[in-house]
């Protein structure tokens, strides 16, 4: 807990502005911290000039002194279901190897899965050194279990100090488990990684509250360094068939390939147009569409710019679009080259979705809209009037009805 | 059927307002809410013991005032409730609370199934579920957005969602699963439910009521740590496009075409 130095404090306040949580309010002209609303971040002990504040029980290590320094190397978990590498993939690969060379050390790619073998060499070619294959046709489905088992598993033998993988469903749900297992920290839907300026620690950046703060986490005490990257947010290198690795083929002990659970199908939703968080156009409803019949010029808009159909909560709540189309904090986050928002206020947590597009269209009757903050373009004006203009403004241009 | 449901207590999303000047909560007047995945986590559980028989522990850890939220879950219908609350908790990272959660369900004997929303709105990181299966020692499946019980009650058959699709998983019990919005309605809580709520009485369990070791609760159990905070900056670079709406759409047209885009 945060303990107070009542012979030091003068009650200045410089701890009370800094804490995010509100957490800390100046009674009698010293710092009094409410334990309940504290998170123990340690911004108050940072800013105290004084150095009246002191959290207590920080330097108890969780692995109970581990030897860091027996930890080397950079890992990205690739992911590759229905024939296809997930392109978070190769945006991880492209920061790993800028980790890797900050570290001077090497990166490695896992590839699990049956049949996979090909296409190690992909990896090699975006930034990958060596690739570990474990190839199984008990890995034909992805099972949560066995997954993490054997990345565990691998992670214990060969030593990593960071492990990175996408912020997927899958990553999502395979990853915890192996960092659980393995006894160390992870840290959810990073959009920044970088090494710290002394020594090796990774500093992971992800937004917290809905995108209202951005919080940089390390874990200093245990390894490997876990964390899942957002799709979209890191850039890929481009393929170079003349970089050269090893593939290195791992074959997993029989124990390890038992799964409790048992996919009996794998379903792929046949979207209209390309996928939302892959697509270059992004054409967004918000609310100020008004009218689901307006959704079909939103469409039809997308579909002439060969673009995504995207969404607020609010109408997808709505059920105007499927849920698959909400972009934000509880849906998925695009980078596009254009992203158009027709009828879109641009609360804090869909902005925390899009704001990483090259253009930024915003059409909106209310000028003081927030979403006009980020927009590259803004047009005040109502969504009725506008897009049945623009859709066969565009359509015309695109040669294309 | 021994079933629990781990439920967070959130600020309410509605009621927390944000001062961007000094990048801090403003925490008047902010209502704690159960984290909205977690009601679809608490019909799952209810629905599988109206379907099976048994009975619904609802777990939380939290601050003593978190017992509101077991109420709740209570007057849904939840046959029991426990908080698991001690200031060694504070500062608790996804890993320190999968040990904390874990000690307090094997405190509650055996389990059937364990049911979590999909993740808290206040964090988001969508790893306490399936780090608590690990901790449990059961399979688990994330992102359910439907669910039905298999022939002869031996398990689950479940629908996991994900980007493009779905995988069709059936688990035999025990099993964790993390839930979707998508997955069902929550019911209403009753009167009866609410009378019944209200008069409960809501163990709170300390660190060493669970057995807890020191080293793995808490900020001293949690490898990860906040190294630094600031507010987002979103870049300034707004360009207006004035006029009737055909001169906006025109002006548009004209930019995008500039931009190489058609």
Same mark, same amino acid.
């Given at each position: 807990?945060?303990?107070?130095?009542?012979?030091?404090?003068?009650?200045?306040?410089?701890?009370?502005?800094?804490?995010?949580?509100?957490?800390?309010?100046?009674?009698?002209?010293?710092?009094?911290?409410?334990?309940?609303t504290?998170?123990?971040?340690?911004?108050?002990?940072?800013?105290?000039?004084?150095?009246?504040?002191?959290?207590?029980?920080?330097d108890?290590?969780?692995?109970?002194?581990?030897?860091?320094?027996?930890?080397?190397?950079?890992?990205?978990?690739?992911?590759?279901?229905?024939?296809?590498?997930?392109?978070?993939?190769?945006?991880?690969?492209?920061?790993?190897?800028?980790?890797?060379?900050?570290?001077?050390t090497d990166l490695?790619?896992?590839?699990?899965?049956?049949?996979?073998?090909?296409?190690?060499?992909?990896?090699?070619?975006r930034?990958?050194?060596?690739?570990?294959?474990?190839?199984?046709?008990?890995?034909?489905?992805?099972l949560?279990d066995?997954?993490?088992?054997?990345?565990?598993?691998?992670?214990?033998?060969?030593?990593?100090?960071?492990?990175?993988?996408?912020?997927?469903?899958?990553?999502?749900?395979?990853?915890?488990?192996?960092?659980t297992?393995?006894?160390?920290?992870?840290?959810?839907?990073?959009?920044?990684?970088?090494?710290?300026?002394?020594?090796?620690?990774?500093?992971?950046?992800?937004?917290?509250?809905?995108?209202?703060?951005?919080?940089?986490?390390?874990?200093?005490?245990?390894?490997?360094?876990?964390?899942?990257?957002?799709?979209?947010?890191?850039?890929?290198?481009?393929?170079?068939?003349?970089?050269?690795?090893?593939?290195?083929?791992?074959?997993?002990?029989?124990?390890?390939?038992?799964?409790?659970?048992?996919?009996?199908?794998?379903?792929?939703?046949?979207?209209?147009?390309?996928?939302?968080?892959?697509?270059?156009?992004?054409?967004?409803?918000?609310?100020?569409?008004?009218?689901?019949?307006?959704?079909?010029?939103?469409?039809?808009?997308?579909?002439?710019?060969?673009?995504?159909?995207?969404?607020?909560?609010?109408?997808t709540?709505?059920?105007?679009?499927?849920?698959?189309?909400?972009?934000?904090?509880?849906?998925?986050?695009?980078?596009?080259k254009l992203y158009?928002?027709?009828?879109?206020?641009?609360?804090?947590?869909?902005?925390?979705?899009?704001?990483?597009?090259?253009?930024?269209?915003?059409?909106?009757?209310?000028?003081?809209?927030?979403?006009?903050?980020?927009?590259?373009?803004?047009?005040?004006?109502?969504?009725?009037?506008?897009?049945?203009?623009?859709?066969?403004?565009?359509?015309?241009?695109?040669?294309?009805? | 059927?021994?079933?629990?449901v781990?439920?967070?207590?959130?600020?309410?999303?509605?009621?927390?307002?944000?001062?961007?000047?000094?990048?801090?909560?403003?925490?008047?007047?902010?209502?704690?809410?159960?984290?909205?995945?977690?009601?679809?986590?608490?019909e799952?559980?209810?629905?599988?013991?109206?379907?099976?028989?048994?009975?619904?522990?609802?777990?939380?850890?939290?601050?003593?005032?978190?017992?509101?939220?077991?109420?709740?879950?209570?007057?849904?219908?939840?046959?029991?409730?426990?908080?698991?609350?001690?200031?060694?908790?504070?500062?608790a990272?996804?890993?320190?609370?999968?040990?904390?959660?874990?000690?307090?369900?094997?405190?509650?004997?055996?389990?059937?199934?364990?049911?979590?929303?999909?993740?808290?709105?206040?964090?988001?990181?969508?790893?306490?579920?399936?780090?608590l299966?690990?901790?449990?020692g =059961?399979?688990?499946?994330?992102?359910? $957005?439907?669910?039905?019980?298999?022939? *002869?009650? +031996? /398990?689950?058959?479940? #629908?996991?969602?994900?980007?493009?699709?779905?995988?069709v998983?059936?688990?035999g019990?025990?099993?964790?699963?993390t839930?979707?919005?998508?997955?069902?309605?929550?019911?209403?809580?009753?009167?009866?439910?609410?009378?019944?709520?209200?008069?409960?009485?809501?163990? =709170?369990?300390?660190?060493?009521?669970? $057995?807890?070791?020191?080293?793995?609760? *808490?900020? +001293? /159990?949690?490898?990860? #740590?906040?190294?630094?905070?600031?507010?987002?900056?979103?870049?300034?670079?707004?360009?207006?496009?004035?006029?009737?709406?055909?001169?906006?759409?025109?002006?548009?047209?004209?930019?995008?075409?500039?931009?190489?885009?058609?």
């Amino acid at each position: 807990m945060v303990v107070v130095d009542l012979e030091k404090c003068v009650g200045c306040g410089e701890c009370e502005d800094v804490c995010t949580f509100g957490a800390i309010s100046i009674v009698d002209e010293k710092a009094v911290v409410d334990p309940d609303t504290c998170t123990l971040c340690g911004a108050c002990e940072e800013a105290c000039p004084e150095g009246a504040i002191e959290i207590e029980g920080e330097d108890i290590s969780p692995a109970g002194g581990m030897d860091l320094d027996a930890w080397r190397g950079v890992w990205v978990v690739a992911e590759f279901r229905h024939d296809r590498f997930a392109p978070v993939t190769f945006e991880l690969l492209g920061k790993g190897r800028q980790l890797a060379d900050d570290l001077e050390t090497d990166l490695t790619a896992v590839l699990m899965g049956s049949g996979v073998g090909e296409y190690a060499e992909s990896l090699i070619e975006r930034g990958a050194d060596k690739v570990l294959v474990v190839d199984s046709p008990r890995l034909e489905q992805f099972l949560d279990d066995v997954y993490a088992r054997i990345l565990a598993d691998m992670a214990q033998k060969e030593k990593p100090e960071i492990i990175l993988a996408g912020a997927t469903a899958m990553g999502r749900a395979f990853i915890p488990q192996v960092a659980t297992i393995l006894e160390t920290g992870l840290t959810a839907d990073c959009t920044g990684l970088e090494i710290a300026p002394e020594g090796r620690d990774l500093l992971q950046t992800r937004p917290a509250f809905g995108g209202n703060l951005m919080a940089t986490i390390i874990c200093d005490s245990t390894r490997p360094q876990m964390a899942t990257v957002r799709p979209h947010v890191l850039k890929a290198m481009e393929p170079d068939a003349s970089r050269q690795g090893e593939v290195i083929k791992i074959d997993p002990h029989e124990d390890l390939l038992k799964s409790n659970i048992k996919v009996l199908e794998s379903v792929m939703e046949e979207a209209e147009g390309p996928m939302l968080t892959e697509a270059e156009v992004v054409i967004t409803a918000g609310r100020g569409v008004e009218n689901p019949k307006n959704i079909a010029l939103i469409e039809k808009l997308a579909h002439c710019m060969e673009g995504g159909v995207g969404a607020t909560r609010a109408v997808t709540d709505a059920e105007w679009l499927p849920g698959r189309c909400q972009i934000g904090q509880t849906g998925v986050t695009v980078s596009p080259k254009l992203y158009m928002g027709f009828g879109v206020s641009g609360a804090i947590q869909h902005l925390v979705g899009m704001q990483g597009s090259e253009i930024i269209v915003a059409v909106n009757k209310d000028p003081d809209a927030p979403v006009f903050d980020v927009a590259t373009y803004g047009i005040v004006g109502d969504v009725k009037d506008i897009l049945p203009l623009l859709v066969r403004r565009i359509c015309q241009e695109r040669g294309n009805d | 059927m021994d079933i629990v449901v781990c439920i967070k207590q959130v600020p309410d999303a509605a009621s927390v307002k944000w001062d961007h000047k000094t990048g801090t909560l403003i925490r008047d007047g902010v209502q704690s809410v159960i984290n909205p995945f977690d009601y679809n986590a608490i019909e799952a559980a209810l629905s599988l013991r109206d379907e099976l028989g048994g009975k619904v522990t609802a777990v939380t850890m939290g601050p003593p005032q978190a017992q509101d939220a077991i109420r709740e879950a209570m007057s849904m219908g939840v046959d029991h409730g426990v908080v698991i609350s001690d200031r060694a908790f504070a500062g608790a990272d996804t890993l320190a609370t999968t040990y904390t959660l874990s000690r307090a369900i094997r405190k509650l004997g055996s389990v059937d199934a364990v049911f979590c929303g999909k993740q808290a709105i206040d964090g988001d990181t969508a790893q306490v579920g399936p780090g608590l299966a690990v901790r449990l020692g =059961l399979p688990c499946v994330t992102c359910v $957005g439907e669910m039905e019980i298999m022939e *002869g009650g +031996a /398990g689950l058959r479940v #629908k996991r969602m994900c980007e493009q699709g779905y995988d069709v998983v059936e688990v035999g019990f025990p099993v964790l699963l993390t839930v979707l919005a998508s997955l069902n309605t929550p019911r209403v809580p009753s009167l009866k439910g609410k009378m019944r709520a209200r008069k409960a009485d809501i163990p =709170l369990w300390s660190a060493e009521d669970i $057995g807890a070791q020191k080293d793995k609760i *808490g900020l +001293a /159990g949690s490898p990860t #740590k906040v190294f630094s905070t600031h507010i987002p900056k979103f870049e300034a670079r707004r360009e207006m496009l004035p006029g009737t709406a055909e001169e906006q759409v025109d002006a548009l047209v004209d930019k995008l075409k500039e931009a190489g885009i058609i």
